[in-house]
């Protein structure tokens, strides 16, 4: 009450000279919290734009390893030399993905899941060569039970 009644004998000058200052220190408040809340936004930027590099690099692992998949599945249904090629090509560029992962990712969690995802990768390239094996091994089998039937067959059709 007692400010107020002070407030009341301030002459209209003084009065202007008040509540333009009041107008003046609300926009500091105001300009400063802005700064404040933009260099809190900058910061969230930065940490969306560093998640963003390692989702890219996830997706391209991600990527490589299903078209690896792909060119396996259509090398075993028909057994052609340029799916087998490209699905190492892939196997490689998924494996330079993972490295390059391991170099670039900080957190324990993603480190993790990287070394879980490279032992998951060697053990893959070490079934598709055990794969490889399996069908020159039966194509062996094939070829000499043929020589033994196609003889037989030349007899029974002349």
Do not use: H
């Amino acid at each position: 009450m007692k400010a107020l009644k002070q407030f009341e004998t301030l002459s209209v000058k003084n009065k202007i000279y008040f509540g333009f200052g009041l107008v003046i220190a609300t926009a500091i408040v105001i300009g400063g919290t802005s700064i404040v809340k933009s260099l809190g936004v900058s910061t969230e930027f930065d940490r969306v734009s560093a998640t963003t590099a390692d989702a890219r690099i996830a997706a391209k692992i991600d990527t490589d390893m299903a078209k690896t998949l792909l060119n396996t599945r259509a090398f075993i249904a028909d057994r052609s030399g340029a799916d087998l090629e490209a699905a190492r090509k892939f196997l490689q560029d998924t494996k330079g993905g993972i490295e390059t992962a391991k170099q670039k990712f900080t957190s324990q969690q993603a480190a993790d899941l990287i070394a879980q995802s490279a032992t998951a990768l060697i053990e893959y390239e070490a079934g598709l060569e055990r794969v490889l094996e399996l069908y020159g091994e039966r194509d062996t089998i094939v070829a000499k039970q043929l020589d033994v039937i196609a003889p037989n067959i030349r007899k029974l059709l002349q």
